[in-house]
């Protein structure tokens, strides 16, 4: 495994974070304690303060090449073909599945499936792999579609919402259970967006319902999803709102900044520390749409200020995401080929896309040639390996070394 001379640096780091004994005084080192007086002030001796133990992340980051790095930053959709010398050749940082890969599969063939891929990922950067899923319920769904690993899909949010939350805890338990059976470690879900009006093209996927609601549900699908350590994704930053589809073509949100703050934002921050709290911070996805009150050159995945407002404004720390670049809505602000580079300068962590064979040597390219600073590539790689780290896909043994682990189901 590459990564061992790595794993066995942070093993020190951790094992030697405890503390020492103090050594006692020397024998007879005073006879008359009466004698003690306090030296001057100018000879005080300022206690020394313990040296800080490194970070174990950063660590194992600086023994990554840029290629490696740069291949982490990319949730890739798992190709029909080649998927295993992709992953090594391009040293991915996950594999995003959808229907057409879970299709007519049993459990076991997709375990085994994933479990192949997790094999050749340890022998490639000793990193494993996200895992993930859409599997919102019953409009997108990728695992429950299976009539081989479930009878029926999983219900969508508005559903759920209206039996109660005992039937969003049971349902959610059941589907964190069966996604870390078979592999999966990261969900695509739970929808964050606010949308009220049956004809909006995200009013299915949500809960139907005002911002407070939205939250409520949110807040509380992430909380299940994290007791299982199962990675939860909030989506779609900023607010979907009453917006068209964005696989076929642009969408220009027109609506006032107020009104993000006081709605659309509210889900997310719920979602957010519902997260904290579970001690499993979720990751943000962020949509191609156009806000125009935010950036009205460019959509929210590829915009700097929005992820300025993601970071600044709502204080989010953790990994943040692009939808899908391969979507129409990117094309036109990207036709020289460079949306990874361009969504990597706006501030994401990691790059959803099945164009990888090209983004990746581009992305390569622009720190070569100074267009994109080393510097972004180290603060996104850095913030998804501590969610792997988080969702124990990385973790201590036993004997505090931090090692590769793809956990079980509880």
Request: a negative charge; one cysteine or more; hydrophobic letters at 40%.
């Amino acid at each position: 495994m590459k990564r061992t001379l790595a794993l066995l640096l942070i093993l020190a780091l951790l094992s030697g974070c405890g503390g020492g004994t103090i050594p006692p005084p020397p024998e007879n080192s005073v006879s008359d304690p009466g004698s003690l007086s306090a030296p001057p002030d100018d000879e005080a001796s300022e206690p020394e303060e313990p040296e800080k133990p490194a970070d174990p992340v950063e660590v194992l980051l600086k023994e990554l090449s840029l290629e490696e790095k740069v291949g982490q930053l990319f949730f890739a959709r798992c190709p029909a073909e080649n998927a295993v010398k992709d992953l090594t050749d391009y040293h991915l940082g996950g594999f995003l599945l959808f229907s057409q890969d879970t299709r007519d599969k049993t459990a076991s063939d997709l375990i085994q499936t994933i479990a192949g891929y997790q094999q050749a990922a340890a022998e490639d950067t000793g990193i494993p792999l996200l895992i993930g899923v859409d599997e919102e319920g019953k409009t997108v769904v990728r695992i429950s579609s299976n009539p081989h690993l479930r009878d029926k899909k999983f219900s969508n949010p508005k559903k759920l919402w209206e039996a109660g939350m005992e039937a969003i805890d049971s349902e959610t338990r059941e589907k964190s259970l069966l996604l870390k059976a078979l592999g999966i470690n990261v969900n695509l879900a739970p929808v964050a967006d606010v949308s009220t009006n049956p004809s909006d093209f995200m009013y299915d996927r949500t809960t139907g319902r005002d911002a407070e609601t939205a939250g409520l549900y949110v807040a509380r699908v992430v909380d299940m999803h994290s007791r299982y350590g199962l990675g939860s994704v909030l989506k779609h930053f900023p607010g979907y709102g009453n917006n068209k589809d964005t696989h076929t073509g642009i969408a220009v949100d027109e609506r006032p900044l107020e009104t993000f703050r006081t709605q659309d934002f509210l889900p997310f921050q719920a979602g957010m520390e519902a997260g904290i709290q579970a001690g499993l911070p979720p990751a943000v996805l962020v949509s191609h749409n156009i806000v125009s009150c935010m950036d009205a050159a460019l959509p929210a995945s590829l915009s700097p200020e929005v992820h300025r407002i993601l970071r600044e404004d709502l204080g989010f720390e953790g990994v943040v995401m692009t939808d899908d670049l391969a979507m129409d809505a990117v094309e036109a602000y990207a036709e020289d080929g460079s949306a990874a580079v361009m969504a990597l300068v706006a501030g994401n962590d990691l790059l959803i896309t099945s164009d990888y064979k090209s983004q990746i040597p581009g992305v390569i390219d622009a720190v070569g040639l100074g267009t994109l600073d080393e510097a972004v590539i180290d603060a996104a790689c850095a913030r998804v390996l501590r969610w792997k780290l988080e969702l124990g896909l990385l973790a201590p043994t036993e004997g505090g070394a931090l090692t590769t682990h793809v956990s079980s189901v509880p």
